[in-house]
């Protein structure tokens, strides 16, 4: 076989990738529509990536989101998505899945449900599995993009993946988490015109849920996450035009004093700079996600 016949049937392979896929890639941009989940294509900048491992979330054929993922500490740093028009009912029943290109390189980059019986030691090395969260009464698995963001069958059950949650406190995941991730949906909902792109992520501080004496899965610090959408209503009320064309919000993964606070981006990243593994250059959105013109259609032609 040549060279050419070789690259061929290589491509061959990567176009026809199984139904149910996610694949572990060196770049968000390695795969065709990857990057479509993140503003101008471009990921958050600044975070040290040395050991954390970048997912395309695929499913039926199709890039539905990104994952920035830490598999020393086997949570996600932050998954980023387009968020999708959606009544907020919450899902019927969706497996959870895991991912097996966290630990075989040469794995077929499907992302697969968790099989009943016995799961490789390999995997658990690599991510968290569903033992971890089986006996742990005070967290529940946390949805970094939550279903209710989406809108498909499809879309939804891809956020089932334990690469896309987080050990949160019951409390606050039902209760403050639970209400800010509503208020997003509405406020996307009635006034972002255009797409919404949204990040998702963790700080922690060394707290880990144990199982068998040994050190399992990070518990997070602080839940925060920033949108941006350029195409808005600019007649909407001042209270929600002053919250775009991006946003932010951060709050503590705890039982008591766990208010979410809303603040620009601009804010998100100071208090990030001091909880985060990142350098002084982070910026969650291309460009601070500025808008291509601050006036209403109706007068842009008058510039």
């Not at 896309?164 to 209760?175: A, C, T």
């Amino acid at each position: 076989m040549n060279v050419l016949t070789a690259l061929f049937f290589a491509l061959l392979k990567i176009c026809f990738l199984p139904l149910t896929s996610g694949t572990v890639v060196m770049d968000f941009n390695h795969i065709e529509r990857c990057k479509d989940s993140l503003y101008m294509g471009t990921p958050p900048r600044g975070i040290i990536e040395s050991r954390l491992k970048k997912i395309c979330q695929r499913y039926a054929d199709k890039p539905r989101f990104v994952t920035l993922y830490d598999p020393l500490k086997r949570i996600p740093v932050y998954s980023a998505y387009t968020f999708k028009k959606t009544e907020g009912d919450r899902r019927v029943d969706y497996p959870w899945m895991y991912e097996p290109q966290l630990a075989e390189i040469d794995g077929n980059g499907n992302m697969l449900p968790f099989p009943t019986g016995y799961l490789h030691m390999k995997f658990e090395d690599s991510q968290a599995v569903l033992d971890d969260y089986s006996d742990v009464v005070l967290y529940e698995r946390g949805h970094l993009n939550p279903d209710q963001h989406q809108s498909t069958p499809h879309d939804r059950a891809a956020t089932y993946t334990l690469t896309n949650v987080v050990p949160e406190i019951r409390e606050f995941n039902i209760g403050p988490w639970r209400e800010y991730e509503e208020r997003i949906r509405v406020r996307l909902n009635n006034f972002c015109r255009g797409t919404a792109y949204i990040v998702t992520g963790v700080t922690t501080r060394g707290n880990m849920i144990r199982r068998n004496n040994q050190d399992r899965v990070a518990i997070p610090e602080d839940i925060w996450s920033a949108y941006c959408c350029t195409e808005y209503d600019r007649n909407a009320p001042h209270d929600v035009r002053i919250r775009f064309p991006s946003y932010a919000a951060m709050a503590k993964n705890a039982k008591e004093g766990n208010s979410v606070h809303e603040m620009s981006v601009q804010e998100l990243e100071i208090l990030l700079k001091n909880s985060m593994d990142v350098d002084q250059n982070l910026q969650i959105f291309y460009d601070n996600c500025i808008s291509p013109s601050p006036l209403p259609l109706y007068l842009q032609h008058t510039i």
